[in-house]
């Protein structure tokens, strides 16, 4: 079955410090990679994606995201958080049809 | 240029009651889908519509339905509301046809609650 997995519920980092959040997905066919973050009361908003080229993916607000077919892991990076980052953070995968599968997200909170 | 916009905000409702969720695209865009996310998880993708035509379905039952409209925007149906209906209703729009390789803009959504 086709599905997403990230690792961590809930990730408390202090201001300033390294974080990653990690995702992973089982999938047999080419994917597409997506990471949303929701801020409180708000709909989601697209960080990155993934569609092919290089692994290596910039998004907005200074996060970057790695695509790892062999480990089929796409972990979403930041070199040094802000308190503003704190929100919920999800991993979503298409399969090149009309069904975007979401994970159970990652809750970030930066601590000063 | 106003962004995905959802009605009602808040909804309460009881067992047995139909509902009717409402959202308008981001100007231009052609293609709607609607997310179900139950507190404390992931969105789950109920439908897509493009160009007023279903081309993506979920793993919802047939309680649920939705359409959509010439000026696309889209309502989001649901009859004989269960307790588990309770949940944040996303709509997101997209400019072409959908496909999973677009940047999807969402709603705030709607959050239902069924008692």
């Known amino acids: 079955a086709q599905s997403v997995t990230q690792l961590d519920s809930q990730v408390p980092v202090f201001e300033e410090a390294p974080v990653e959040l990690r995702c992973n997905y089982s999938?047999?066919?080419?994917?597409?990679l997506f990471w949303y973050v929701q801020y409180p009361n708000q709909g989601l908003q697209l960080l990155l994606k993934?569609?092919?080229?290089?692994?290596l993916v910039k998004g907005i607000n200074g996060f970057e995201a790695e695509f790892n077919k062999s480990q089929t892991s796409f972990h979403l990076r930041k070199p040094s958080v802000h308190i503003s980052d704190t929100a919920e953070y999800f991993c979503a995968v298409s399969y090149n049809n009309n069904d975007m599968r979401f994970g159970a997200g990652t809750r970030l909170t930066v601590k000063p | 240029d106003a962004g995905v916009t959802q009605s009602p905000t808040h909804l309460i409702k009881t067992r047995g009651q139909h509902v009717t969720l409402r959202c308008s695209p981001i100007?231009?865009?052609?293609?709607v889908s609607w997310y179900q996310q139950v507190l404390g998880q992931g969105p789950q993708f109920i439908f897509q519509y493009y160009e007023k035509e279903e081309r993506g379905r979920g793993n919802f039952p047939d309680r649920f339905s939705a359409r959509q409209f010439p000026n696309y925007s889209s309502e989001l149906n649901v009859n004989a509301l269960l307790l588990g209906d309770s949940a944040l209703y996303l709509c997101a729009s997209s400019f072409g046809t959908g496909t999973t390789n677009e940047k999807l803009f969402f709603g705030s959504g709607t959050q239902l609650s069924v008692l």
């Open positions: 993934y569609l092919s080229g290089s692994t």
């Open positions: 999938s047999s066919v080419s994917v597409y």
């Open positions: 100007s231009g865009h052609k293609s």
